[in-house]
């Protein structure tokens, strides 16, 4: 029997439960990062440049693992070793960036931190599509939601634990991190690689030969396999490269030419960055030097599904909306519900303490979300479920403007929480019915550049938005952030979903 067989529900508990792990490290970094930039002098307006550390380590280290792995058989597997490394380094990185002595070695830490998380996390993508049939497809990404939610609300609501109810204290001399927030990582860091060596030791893989007959069998199915076409000439790889690079370099002169902001010089380099990339491969086709993972990512990224193409714009504008949560919570939280600027201030810390509450809640009220949205998605459809998820995390990122009691926004986060579930399932449901399983784990990694580049792009000009067209108040970043989820929900309507759900 060459069809992939359905596994149970325990099988994919185990499969999925070293996601527990890596968002209780995601989770830690998004609600306290800005905190320790900021406790360690950074200026408000410098926080997303601070933050771009991320996402071009996503940028880099995705596609690049998903390609690896994919190319990967031992006695661990194809994807379980990325899992096991990963971790490893993720957890040492969260014991030691608390204790970072400057802003630049936690920026730095920041940027090991995310490589590793992303070396971990980006495998697991691919492994659902490795491991499940179609139809469990969304069941899978669904239990990935939902060991998110859980890992997140624990780890979000950690350092306010330590303050109220262990009496540890969440405040410190300027410049110092406080005691609540030190211990949260080190557990934080203790449990991502527990989870993690769970499904590692938990879960079996199948081998590259039973994936191949699984491929061929469905290929079978749908009565025809699909024929890989080189469509892209190396003049065409070398007239668009050529293109962004004089893009990225027209944006760089103009940085300087007209003092834009520091972070724009990011965007200019990821302008560029594309254009070489282009201009390389379009060299190694043209010298048939094209058996190498640089070429191939790049021919994959230029010649990408159609379903895949569509959900990128979907992706942009549903990452641009979150990175702009993640980046400005605090100071929107603080500063307009709070009313303090002042780092070493009770009120500034119990204010960025519930910051973490609601971040807490948010993904408390994502892995209950998670159990609904494969009810959701049977009924309306996975484009109809996302649709309405999207727009109830529009409606509540705008609602932080109109409520003043910060106890209120807990209401705020439910919509948050929905789409925050669903942002991590079903992109990736329809997604991976879309894809070769011999390409499966550098095409999730190619995707995560509709993750990383909004992410880059809110970087580079959020902070010049933030002072040019908001007058320096974060909390209209926020608003901002909601437009951009009804934006995403639009671009949803016109994906082609070509999975079968159960």
Known sequence: MNQKPQLTFWQIWNMSFGFLGIQFGFA???????????TLGAPIDDLAFLWLAAPVTGLLVQPIIGYMSDKTWNRLGRRRPYFLFGAIFASLALLYMPHSPTLWVAAGMLWILDASINISMEPFRAFVGDMLPDKQRTKGFAMQSFFIGIGAVVASFLPWIMTNWLGISNTAEPGIIPD???YSFWIGGAILLLAVLWTVFKTREYSPEELAAFEEFKAQQKQAAPVEVETRSAVSYGVWGLAFVVAGTV????????GLQKEVIVLAGLLGGVGILQLVAGYMLSRGKTGNGVYQVAHDLFHMPRTMAQLAVVQFFSWFALFSMWIYATSAVTSYHYETLDTSSKLYNDGADWVGVLFGAYNGFAALAAIVIPLLARKLGRKGAHIVNLCLGAAGLI???IIRDPVWLLVSMIGVGF?????LSMPYAILSCSLPAHKMGVYMGIFNFFIVIPQIIAGSLLGLILNKLFGGEAIWVLVAGGVSFLVAAAATLIVN???VDA
Not at 251 to 258: G, H, M, T
Not at 419 to 423: F, L, T, Y
Request: proline content about 0%; hydrophobic content about 60%.
């Open 28 to 38: 830690l970094q998004n609600a306290n990062v800005s905190r320790i930039f900021q």
């Open 180 to 182: 609540s927030v030190i």
């Open 251 to 258: 944006v760089a002169i103009a940085v300087y030419a007209f």
């Open 399 to 401: 609602s932080f403007v």
């Open 419 to 423: 789409a925050w579930a669903s942002i």
């Open 497 to 499: 979903d070509e999975g």
